[in-house]
């Protein structure tokens, strides 16, 4: 291996090494990083932390991607294995609720309360949308095939709104399949951090999976989706 090779090598490894420390930050102290803590924790001076991180935001941002990539792997791969769009549907959103059950800290940090003086740069834009254009996709796709049937049309200045996202995203797709599947990601989204944040204490304490399953059929129906 070259030095430069074994360069790039222990600075990946410490890169991931700093991440790591900082996600179990996160389970204490919230978003609100220190870089200066997390060098302590590593035994390392915070000079050279700043190394690898130049700012605590750069850090959140690494930490942000990380997270909405790995949600979106979840929901992908899960989503793969199923025939129709409804499977695909269903199996994407409880593998996007099971990754954010096993790290209920890293879904607040994407999906909870903006964090105080931090500034989103667009390279979260595509991971952020993964899950998304996932569920997107399963709609065009439903859509084109002919298992969503037509609805009353978007009008006015909302409709107009999202007639570039169509262009950009779903070409050929009505405003309201649009407006549709983006509600019904936002229920999705609200169910599960309704879950993490404790919303559920003292009406749903068994079968969560199930309650979660059912408002889930729910967003598939405001979607346009059908058993």
Known sequence: MSAANLRARVRAEMTEE?????RRHLATDGANLSLRAVARDLGM???????????????LTALIIDAYDAVGDAA?????GADSPLERWLAAGHAAR???VANPHEWALIYGSPVPGYAAPTD???????VLLLLGRTIAEAYESGVIVER??????????????AAAYQPGMPPR????????FFQICGAISF?????LKNSVEEDRKGFFDYQLRAAATLAGLTP
Request: no cysteine.
């Open 18 to 22: 700093i991440k790591s420390v900082a």
């Open 45 to 59: 001076a915070s000079s050279a932390v700043y190394r690898y991180f130049a700012s605590r935001d750069d850090l």
């Open 76 to 80: 992908e791969q899960a989503a793969a």
């Open 98 to 100: 099971e990754w954010a």
């Open 124 to 130: 979260t834009v595509a991971p952020a949308t993964r």
């Open 152 to 165: 009353p049309p978007l009008t006015g200045r909302f409709a107009e709104e999202l007639e570039p996202i």
């Open 177 to 184: 399949v649009i407006a549709d599947t983006i509600a019904a």
């Open 195 to 199: 879950e993490l944040f404790g919303q």
